[in-house]
């Protein structure tokens, strides 16, 4: 008879796949996503593993031997952080998913199946690119023996941090639901790891020389076994193999017992802002709000911003762009030719592609259930945009526009032209983003996307990749201007001028289709 | 005027035709009673009529309005979806405080009205968030934000779905009063005895087309049953009839 576990995480996982494959847009984000890094870990794009292979065949073994270690420990702490803020980030033990088990067989094989199931989806999306990586090694090196190892030491890395980390969402949940805490506070864990996360990231080479010293680089001999004359030791690498089976033994114990506090604690979720019972007919927000627009508009903008507050999970696709962010602050002036001067037009670029990946790329979706109320309570498409546009800008634009002009002044840009030429192109952005957003986001109705735990609505993919191709477009000529100044640190008025005043034109252009077309696309607006 | 008139009103979904054909009159100050089996186009016909859905075909209006102008039909109708179409994270107050202002109503004779629905209802926790609220809670709170601005006409799709016997009665009680003050309600659903109770003239809805349409106890004595229920059967399994009404124009 087949356990029980393999029966929940099977019924599980089929479930996923078919979600997946039924949907053209989950489909392409399971095969982008690796392929794109298979591209570039395999070395079909630029250096890479194949290379590395052609380096070891020629003779360098002992550097790239070092070099492959190196790899695997901090592969080692990424793939923790990324199981850590996966499971406390995500909601997969969420008891309402395995209600039907729950009543049918035991919490174990329940919690054990549920495991299986986080496990499994991690490792196909992202083992894929190991398993690329090390083929090519063993193609450029010769020696396809080497692959041997390779495949299958790197596919149970990814089974350990998976099912070790796994403990880490029980965990989270029950910490959150014991101590009474609301759903926001697990998104504030999940936000401060993903801090730590981008700190590892870029650390990540120092972290992994500090580990050499420490029983974790023996998975590194786990790894190497099988490639020849690399010096591996089969002890070393017996005995992380039997210590990393007694952490998933002791992972799924761990879950084990976390699963029961938490799915038959059932205590009752708290909300850290509770309302006073003192309710007036209005609010002074709104008020405030309806005396410069019209007072429609204005609940719309202080409902969308209350509910925001209670749901900070429908911002979560502005990570990514502050994240983007980081990235080019560390290849273009970190790591890269750029002066510090390039920070200013950098915060203005990200933080508005961020200002704008919020609710707006899916605004019809996030109204949720209240849809039809909206619709049937005569608001008018010009209503509904300008609301989600205001609750955007007003919040934005003085923060990104002070954040770009403070960063540009910060860093000692000394020309006025160009600190000017900052704050014009904040400006442009920042009203660009939410329209953009809109005018797409308005093509995706409610139940178009999953959701992202709970009763959270999130943006569309493809809404996402073409708004950041917008953006992209639109502030190319006054980032490329900015840029230039900060790569040569002479002021040509010409080029920031130019580049600058091209942004705004565009800027403008787009904004007012933009606009428009968000408009008459909710007031077409049908349920079908 | 008729509250809700339709001529020739049809949804098509590609080659599947969801509502054909409807012609429809609802008076004003009447209830409605809208049945019909599961897929026979309940939900697409409330929808069309609320303008949330755009017809294919045929003309329909609305206190006067057509479906197709749903920026000004909105002050005219009331609607109570199957799911209360309301905003978790809100309390109710916040919600019809909210809704109120999106309709241009005075915020402090909407707090007032808003109060005594409250109080008519019975919503003793309005100043909880509506997550934590049971289904019928909702189902108040969606049925007060549809009446809050005194409609001219109110849809109801299952309303006493979720409701304890004693908010149902209130609900009921609610939808008489509305009726007596002039407003016109179209109700769905699928509990026969309350349409029984209230329902003015039933409407039998099947494969998108009206089958049978007038008052419960004349519908009832035209069929062989002694119950509204008995007619439904009837009248919905009698293919030949369905079959005649698929083949028409």
Redesign the interface.
Known sequence: MTSPSVVVARVALRQTYRRVRESRRMTAFFLLIPGFFALQVSGAVGPGAYDVGRRFAAGEVAPVVAEIRGVVLSGVVLLALMGVLGAAGGNSEFKDRYVAFLTATSTQAVAVGSVARQTAVWTALFWPVALVGAVAFALGAGAPVAAVSLVGGSLWLFVVAGVATAPVGFGARWLLDGYGLSKNARFGLGVGMLGLFYLVLFTRRTVGAALDVTPLSWAGDLLLLTVPDAGASPYRAGGFLLASVGVVLASLVASVRLAEAVWYGDRALVDDDEESDDAPATTPVRDVLASVVPRPTAALVETTWRRTKRTPKTLWYVYPAVFVGLIMGEQLVFNGPFSAAMYAPIVAFTGALAAGSGFTLNPLGTEGDALPALLTAGVSGETFVRAKAYAVVLPAMPLLVGAALGTAIGVGVGSALVVAAVGVFAVAMAVLAPLCSLALGVHYPPGDEGLLGEDVQIPNKSASAAYTLGMVVVGAPGFGALGTYALSGAVDPATVVGGVGATVVLAAVVSRHAYRHAVATVDAYSVE | MAAIETDGLAKR?GSVAAVEGLDLTVEAGTIYGFLGPNGAGKTTTM?LL?????PSGGTATVAGVDVRD??????R???V?D?????????A???L???A????LD??R??ERVDALFDRFGLAA??D?IESYSKGMKQKT?VI??IVHEPAVLFLDEPTSGLDPNAARTLKAALTELRDEGTAVFLSTHVLSVVDELADTVGLLSDGRLLAEDDPERLVADRDGDTLEDAFVELTTDTDLSGRLRESP
């Open positions: 979904y929808g609320t303008g949330l859905t755009r749903r920026d000004r039909l909105g002050a109708i009331g609607y979806p799911t209360p179409p309301l905003y978790e994270k809100l309390t107050r916040e919600q405080s909210a809704v202002d999106v309709r241009g915020p402090e909407a707090r309005a100043d968030r969606s934000q549809a």
